[in-house]
């Protein structure tokens, strides 16, 4: 891509993200979009809006899990499901680069089990490590920890929105060979749509997922309601 059709199609992506609900953009060609919108907002962080914070969700090489804890999370999927591991992805990431929950009395002590994994984590986006993968598995394998995440994540967005501000996280470098296998591939991608959409369903509304996904992977994906993304993506050519 040259210098001229870079700038326009970041233009682009700035102005779609001024809309409600704007969750995917869709590529065709292109691979490296993703990597420069990303810099961009890290170069600029007022590049969205002046409100908004980007945070990496999953696709940034040196922050992102490694084929081994794709693995690993694909173990815990069996035991429960793509949208648990995704939701437990999401809150390392909020817990990393959110704001600091004070939880008080009976939820001090309802979310106890989460917060104190989060917490041993480093405050701010480091290096993918053995402990950020052991713990992604741990919480999206445990049906009844993935029932507190879902609550966990609506008080980080309140914490956000509270603040007037808005939290992207980016998820990019989904393919087919994310897992051994395409079938298996696919089913993590969608899991991730699966868990937009709860946030949708929540009403989460300062927690805003940006997905780059290629055409051609996101015309194989087959789940309920994914009509329900037409008219929310972004659909960009090569030029």
Same mark, same amino acid.
């Given at each position: 891509? %040259?210098? $001229? ?22 590529? =065709?060609?292109?691979? %490296? ?5 990303? =810099? ?15 945070? %990496? ?5 040196? $922050? ?12 815990? =999927? ?11 992805? @999401? ?18 002590? @309802?979310?106890?089990?989460? $917060? ?26 445990? @049906? ?31 393919? %087919?060979?994310? @897992? ?60």
């Amino acid at each position: 891509m %040259d210098k $001229t059709a870079e700038v326009a199609q970041l233009l682009l992506i700035q102005q779609f993200l001024q809309r409600d609900r704007t969750c995917l953009v869709r590529l =065709a060609g292109e691979p %490296d979009l993703p990597a420069l919108f990303f =810099a961009r907002t890290q170069a600029d962080p007022g590049f969205i809006s002046a409100v908004s914070t980007v945070l %990496d969700g999953y696709g940034h090489r040196s $922050t992102s899990p490694d084929a081994t804890a794709w693995g690993r999370f694909a173990e815990s =999927a069996h035991g429960s499901s793509w949208e648990a591991v995704w939701r437990a992805l @999401l809150l390392v990431r909020l817990s990393q680069g959110g704001p600091l929950l004070s939880l008080q009395g009976g939820k001090k002590e @309802l979310f106890a089990p989460l $917060t104190s994994r989060l917490r041993q984590l480093p405050r701010r986006e480091a290096p993918w490590s053995e402990g950020h993968t052991s713990l992604v598995a741990e919480l999206g394998g445990d @049906l009844e920890t993935s029932l507190l995440a879902k609550d966990l994540a609506d008080l980080f967005d309140q914490a956000i929105g509270r603040k007037g501000r808005t939290l992207w996280l980016v998820f990019s470098d989904l393919g %087919d060979d994310l @897992l051994e296998t395409r079938q298996q591939s696919q089913a993590a991608i969608t899991g991730l749509f699966e868990m937009i959409q709860a946030l949708d369903a929540r009403r989460l509304s300062a927690i805003r997922p940006l997905v780059f996904l290629q055409e051609s992977v996101w015309e194989r994906l087959i789940f309920q309601n994914k009509s329900h993304f037409n008219g929310r993506d972004l659909r960009l050519f090569e030029h």
